[in-house]
């Protein structure tokens, strides 16, 4: 893992949008972990060798990549559930890059895009992932919970989140064991690790960034990525984001689509955006891509239903909405004729849908974030639709300075500090085969 150096006077003294942009009580953390470290590099021009890569007993040479069978689970009996992890060790020195996909079971846009990134498109000689040319260290996890995945479920045969348990323990129960696996042989050693995610069950999601702004090189990975959606937060606990920043790891998760569903562009953008981190990173030739503008969120509006029965969505997740505008319709089979209108609280765009029919009183259909200024700037990447395309979606996006994109600030915060804190329970919650007993111990 490369290692972080304190910053010089003069890059101290040089200029950051970064702290320009963030509520006046971030801005403090986000100078001082400016100030403190700087966000290590690949070297594109060295001639100097980086050493061997090791990773679960194995080596890797410089300019060589080699897929690595690590087992979940250290067992001489059942199975121990070995997923595949593809090292690329680049012939010049650089950064640890981890890409993760699938931590939870049923979400699909992290395989597809990497297995992908996997492919001869991608990688091989003089191409964009060419071992010979890349500085720095590329991990690839395209399944991380690998019994999840076969059973087509979010969740790890013993009924709990995986991404709850970080960091895990070596004597606990067996999704914190493994937890405890991936941490420490997987995300521990790496300089920035991108985990791809999809929206849970009964919701899909607008390709979105998530990081916490105050860790400076989380701060970096989420700019770098390249899209208009960043939303500034602290990873839930229990989950590898957290505790990969608390660690001093740069740690970015996307957000795009839904779970157990195909969405193609959901994968395309994953894809740009994780080039866009190697280019901003110089683990990569060539520039960046940016988009014309960004929004940095730190809080939101959910939209909820005031009546029961079956939800038509009108506004899709992306949609740019006014206030007062009908976002939903609600009909009622055991009321013929009746319907009922959801308004969307203000003016904003919809980071986040449902895709659940069946609502009750007082159940999330929208997650909106509020605008309230820089209206033109967000107007300029609608569509005829008032429909948000995000970048990287309709092909490689532009290039443009850090200093050409404007940047829109979105207060607020978030439900009890979590993202998703408005979403309906029973769509998060694991199986019957955690009692409720073993629940309220753990929590």
């Known amino acids: 893992m490369a290692k972080r150096k304190k910053k010089s006077a003069a890059s101290k003294k040089s200029s950051t949008k970064v702290s320009n942009q963030l509520p006046r009580r971030r801005r403090a953390k986000v100078e001082k972990a400016l100030e403190e470290m700087e966000n290590p590099l690949g070297a594109l021009k ?18 060589d990549m080699r897929t690595i069978r690590f087992p979940l689970l250290e067992t001489s009996m059942g199975d121990p559930w070995p997923i595949r992890v593809t090292v690329i060790h680049g ?6 890059l981890t890409l993760l996909g699938a931590v939870h079971g049923d979400e699909l846009v992290g395989p597809m895009a990497l297995t992908h990134l996997l492919g001869s498109s991608f990688c091989g000689t003089d191409k964009l992932l060419d071992p010979n040319s890349l ?3 590329i991990r690839i996890v395209p399944v991380v ?18 991404n709850r348990e970080s960091p895990g323990t070596e004597t606990g129960n067996t999704t914190s064991r493994v937890a405890n696996r991936i941490f420490q042989n997987i995300i521990l050693g790496s300089d920035y690790v991108i985990d791809l995610h999809t929206a849970a069950r009964g919701r899909t999601n607008l390709p979105q960034i998530r990081a916490d702004l105050a860790d400076a090189p989380s701060n970096a990975i989420a700019r770098g990525f390249g899209i208009e959606v960043i939303l500034d937060s602290l990873g839930p606990r229990g989950s590898f984001r957290r505790s990969a920043n608390e660690m001093g790891i740069g740690y970015a998760t996307y957000e795009g ?6 969405d193609a562009g ?10 866009n981190v190697m280019r901003s990173l110089s683990m990569i030739s060539g520039k960046p891509s940016r988009p014309s503008a960004r929004l940095l969120a730190h809080g939101s509006t959910w939209i909820r239903a005031d009546q029961g029965g079956l939800l038509d969505m009108r506004a899709p997740a992306g949609r740019f909405v006014e206030e007062g505008e009908v976002v939903a319709t609600i009909t009622d089979p055991e009321r013929p004729g009746a319907t009922a209108n959801v308004l969307s609280p203000s003016r ?3 980071i986040c849908t449902a895709t659940n029919p069946y609502v009750n009183s007082g159940a999330p259909v929208g997650h909106l974030l509020p605008i309230h200024r820089g209206i033109r700037a967000v107007e300029s990447m609608l569509d005829s639709s008032r429909q948000l395309i995000p970048s990287g979606t309709d092909g490689e996006p532009p290039w443009r300075e850090e200093t050409e994109v404007d940047e829109i600030q979105v207060e607020g915060e978030w439900i009890e500090g979590n993202v998703d804190g408005g979403w309906h329970v029973e769509l998060n919650s694991p199986p019957s085969t955690v009692s409720a007993e073993e629940e309220a111990a753990e929590s």
Do not use: W
């Open 46 to 63: 060295s001639n100097k060798k980086p050493k061997t890569h090791r990773f679960a007993r194995t080596r890797t040479k410089a300019a």
């Open 91 to 96: 012939a010049k020195p650089g950064p640890v």
């Open 135 to 137: 500085a720095g260290t």
């Open 145 to 162: 919970n690998l019994p999840g995945y076969r059973m087509r479920s979010r969740y790890f045969p013993d009924g709990r989140d995986l």
């Open 257 to 262: 689509g839904g779970a157990n569903t195909s």
């Open 266 to 275: 959901a994968v395309q953008v994953a894809l740009y955006g994780i080039l």
């Open 348 to 350: 904003g765009l919809l």
